[in-house]
Each structure stands twice: as structure tokens, then as C-alpha cells.
């Protein structure tokens, strides 16, 4: 009996690994890219939307193209900003990317210098689609002037075209 446990015992675990080996041999395989750039943007860039407001800029780098962004909240203390980005390439694909905080201070009256942006892209349309990125920034807003500068950089993983 115990010889009959053992075996079956063997082969089960022989089928698992090969079930486990297989499935891992069919996944897509994802191509991963470092990204990097700057993002230029204006602040009420296109007016507000429900009352938020928004950027309008120009994305340079490996992502080029259009960026918009609503600012969603401030923190109490102004020193983390809830965003929801929109951002199309210059060959017309766009980039679903999470809502995301900025954190950063104040070192003057309206300056605020960006110190920890994380950006997480989870797909998108055309060489996006299943697309999975995860990217950082850093800056500063000018609110006095509308002005903002960012400086992006990161990682594209692209879906196989298998």
C-alpha cells in the first residue's frame, strides 16, 4: 500500500510540474523597454472638469506625444496631488495609465517642487495594448505661472506579437 502512495504520489507530482512547465511555455512573453523624457504642461491647460483643474502639455522623450492631466485633490497640508492622467502618443495611441500622487513641497510662495511621482501604466491602444510600465518623476509646478516641468523615467513591458 504504502509503495501504490508513493507511486501515485510520484506521478502526481511528475503531471503538476509539467502542467505548471507548459502553461509558463505558452504565456506571452513581454518585451521590456527603459523610457525616459520630459513632460512640459501648463496649468489650467484646458480649463476645469467637474470643478478640477487640469494641464495640457507635450510629452518629449520615448513616450512623445499629448498629455492632459486633472488634478483630482490636494492634500490638507499641499503636499501631495491625486491625478488622473490622458496621454496620446504622437502616432495616435494612447496610454491607460492609474490615477496617481505626486508628493513633493513648497520651497516658495506657489513653487512646488515635485519629489516623488510614481506612474503606473496598465495598457492602452495600438503597441500599448497589455502594455504594463511602471515610471517615476520629478519637477517642479510654478503656480504663479501655470508653468511645469517634469523629468520621466521607467520601464515598458510590451505584450508579445506571438
Request: proline share 1%.
Amino acid at each position: 500500500m504504502k509503495s501504490a502512495t508513493r507511486f501515485f504520489s510520484f506521478v502526481s507530482s511528475v503531471a503538476l510540474l509539467t502542467a505548471l512547465l507548459t502553461v509558463n511555455g505558452f504565456a506571452k512573453n513581454k518585451t521590456c523597454s527603459d523610457v525616459g523624457g520630459a513632460i512640459l504642461t501648463n496649468v489650467g491647460g484646458f480649463g476645469q472638469i467637474d470643478g478640477h483643474p487640469t494641464t495640457l502639455g507635450v510629452v518629449t522623450g520615448d513616450l512623445k506625444g499629448a498629455i492632459g492631466v486633472e488634478i483630482l485633490s490636494t492634500s490638507s497640508d499641499s503636499t501631495t496631488v491625486t491625478v488622473e492622467h490622458h496621454l496620446v502618443t504622437d502616432t495616435g495611441e494612447t496610454l491607460t495609465i492609474d490615477q496617481a500622487q505626486a508628493h513633493g513641497t513648497f520651497v516658495r510662495a506657489g513653487l512646488f517642487t515635485i519629489t516623488d511621482y510614481k506612474v503606473h501604466l496598465t495598457g492602452g491602444t495600438g503597441r500599448f495594448a497589455n502594455a504594463t510600465g511602471d515610471m517615476t518623476a520629478i519637477g517642479e509646478i510654478d503656480f504663479n505661472t501655470g508653468h511645469a516641468i517634469l523629468r520621466y523615467s521607467g520601464q515598458v513591458c510590451y505584450a508579445s506579437k506571438d
